[in-house]
């Protein structure tokens, strides 16, 4: 059973940076996606950023590109999310999540979050002066 555990959220004031971390396990070979989602109150979630770990693809949103970057360690078993110049419209509650068996390109994947069938518990990032 695949789980994540995510962490790393906090305030942190305009500008700041600050890495978010999923622990991730039960994958049963690397024909999986994993990624990052965040929510703000009263809106849909949103893709962050993703990995496809079959063949090392990536994907980002446009409103974060140049400014985030995804990475894997462990053979992906720690997933991260380093975000850089942080502003108040990054607040919300960030989802490490997963999908199996995905024969989609990661940024067709990052725009449908709710084909991602694992997620973590969710971390909150506040950014605000």
């Known amino acids: 059973q695949v789980q994540l555990v995510d962490s790393g959220g906090g305030l942190v004031q305009p500008g700041d940076s600050l890495r978010l971390s999923c622990e991730a396990s039960?994958?049963?070979?690397?024909?999986?996606?994993i990624g990052w989602f965040r929510q703000a109150p009263g809106k849909e979630p949103e893709g962050v950023s993703c990995v496809k770990m079959s063949d090392g693809s990536t994907a980002y949103a446009d409103s974060v590109k140049g400014r985030f970057t995804i990475s894997t360690q462990n053979a992906g078993n720690t997933l991260y999310l380093q975000m850089n110049n942080l502003t108040p419209e990054d607040t919300a509650v960030y989802y490490c999540?997963?999908?199996?068996?995905?024969?989609?390109?990661?940024?067709?994947?990052?725009?449908?979050?709710?084909?991602?069938?694992?997620w973590g518990q969710g971390t909150q990032v506040t950014v605000s002066s």
């Open positions: 039960g994958f049963s070979s690397d024909d999986y996606a």
């Open positions: 999540a997963a999908s199996l068996k995905r024969p989609v390109a990661a940024y067709i994947l990052l725009k449908i979050p709710r084909i991602w069938e694992y």
